[in-house]
């Protein structure tokens, strides 16, 4: 079997700019400078790509499966363009404090659970890849990225666009393995340096 080394991605405030509220439309889509970039030079060092996004505006009412859908399909479009498009995207549309009759069974997928990167691996190893947890890497502006990364085994890397948690990361004692501007840094300057 192959082993292969994943870097997975938040969404919103990691690849595209965070809206401030739950992204509904593709035109609420706007790529954060070089992130296109910085995953295609991932791509092209052997890393494959996992998008992993709580979408609890689902549960909320807010938005909807068909729209969230059609936004990761713009995205995985927009990011094409520049070699730079995603494996897989996984998405959350749960929310404990809204409870719903079809997404809760989904809960353990709502980061900083794992059940989102989990079923990434078992899905590459259907398909005959065994992922190196050890070598793969978790990145996202927020605590919970961080610590969905650590309770995962990978290795987590904060960035500082979109929310920007640093300060509460530290707070809070869940530390990220590196703290990256954006993702263009952490990829150029971290990730694939060698880390
Ligand atoms: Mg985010």
Redesign the pocket.
């Known amino acids: 079997m192959q082993t292969i080394k994943v870097l997975f991605l938040?969404?919103?405030?990691?690849i595209n700019r965070?809206s401030g509220s739950y992204i509904s439309s593709k035109e609420q889509i706007e790529l954060i400078d070089r992130a296109d970039e910085a995953i295609a030079l991932a791509r092209n060092a052997g890393f494959r790509i996992v998008v992993v996004t709580n979408q609890a505006g689902i549960a909320r009412g807010i938005t909807t499966v068909e729209e969230v859908e059609e936004v990761n399909r713009y995205l995985y479009d927009l990011l094409a363009v520049r070699n730079a498009h995603y494996d897989q995207c996984y998405f959350c549309p749960s929310h404990p404090d809204y409870p719903h009759p079809e997404y809760d069974r989904y809960i353990d997928f709502r980061k900083p659970a794992t059940g989102m990167v989990d079923l990434a691996i078992s899905d590459f190893l259907k398909e005959g890849f065994e992922v190196d947890r050890s070598a793969s890497f978790f990145i996202?502006?927020?605590t919970v990225?961080i610590e969905c990364g650590l309770r995962a085994g990978l290795r987590p890397v904060l960035v500082r666009t979109?929310?920007n948690e640093e300060a509460l990361c530290y707070q809070r004692n869940i530390i990220p393995e590196f703290v990256a501007d954006d993702l263009y840094q952490a990829v150029t300057g971290y990730i694939l340096p060698g880390g």
């Not at 938040?10 to 990691?14: K, P, Q």
Request: negative net charge; charged residues 60%; hydrophobic residues 0%.
């Open positions: 938040d969404r919103d405030g990691t965070d996202g502006d927020k990225d979109g929310h």
